[in-house]
Structures are given as C-alpha cells and as structure tokens.
C-alpha cells in the first residue's frame, strides 16, 4: 500500500514543476515568518510589526499562491514563474531583506527553476561508437568547398 502511495506521488511530481514550488513554498513562509514572530531575548522582546510586516504578509501570501499554482496548474508555469521572481526581488526591499535574504534566494531559485521546467521527456543520447551516431555525424559534416589559389 505505502509503495503504490509513493509511486503514486511519484508519477504525480514528475508531471509538474514540484522542486520549483517547494522552493517557492519555502521562501513564501521565510518571508512570513519574521515579522509576525516575537523574539525574546533576556527581558527584551523583538517584534517587526510595521509597513514591512503587512508587506511580508503581502508577498507572502502571493508567494504561497504561485506555490500552489506551480503544484496544481502546471501549465502557468511561465506566468507564476515570472511572478515570483518579481515578488522576489520586490521582497528584497521592502520586507526586511526579503526573509533576511533567505526567503529571497529560495524564491528565486524557485522561480528560475519554475521557467526552465519543462514537461517534454529527454531524447536518449546515443554512444558515441553505434552506428546511428556515426551516421548521424556524417550527414552533420559540412560539405568541402572548393580552395582558391592566388595567381
């Protein structure tokens, strides 16, 4: 049952750009998580509770979505690829270093990941000794061409 569960899962993740939404799923809640988190330390108590926390909240609620679009609907891909990197990058600036830089780099690398991602199956290389292969670099030579001597 648990083997048919995970070759299931499997087959579901190869069918879309899974690496690039946990990717983007990470950074989504990197971003979320400081401002909304209290840090004690001794008697002190450390709260981001100004414009980049409603921001923070902001981006990463956008994050999440093209996260979850990248799961569910992979043929936005493109669309919620693009998006991401420009949350990303917006979230650099305007949310405490986007997630102090982490949450920034996760989404990006998410994001590229998201645009690179494609569902077309690879097409086999050949050896280098077969006989396809040594045929298929003679039709790829280029064809001699006459010399030119000077008179």
């Known amino acids: 049952m648990l083997l048919r569960a995970w070759r299931g899962f499997t087959a579901w ?12 799923a990470g950074g989504a809640l990197i971003i979320l998580f400081p401002p909304f988190v209290g840090v004690k330390l001794g008697d002190m108590v450390i709260s981001i509770q100004t414009l980049g926390g409603v921001s923070a909240l902001l981006i990463g609620a956008l994050l999440a979505i093209c996260a979850a679009t990248l799961w569910l609907q992979p043929k936005f891909r493109l669309a919620a690829g693009i998006v991401t990197v420009l949350l ?14 982490v949450g920034t780099i996760l989404s990006l690398l998410g994001g590229a990941l998201a645009v ?3 569902d077309e199956p690879k097409k ?12 298929s670099n003679r039709q790829h030579e280029p064809e001699p061409t006459q010399r030119v001597h000077p008179t």
């Open 124 to 135: 086999p290389k050949e050896a280098k000794g077969s006989e396809k292969a040594q045929d």
């Open 116 to 118: 690179a991602w494609t």
């Open 13 to 24: 993740r190869r069918g879309r750009p899974f690496w690039a939404g946990l990717f983007v």
């Open 88 to 101: 990303s990058l917006v979230a650099l600036v305007v949310t405490n270093l986007g997630g102090f830089l």
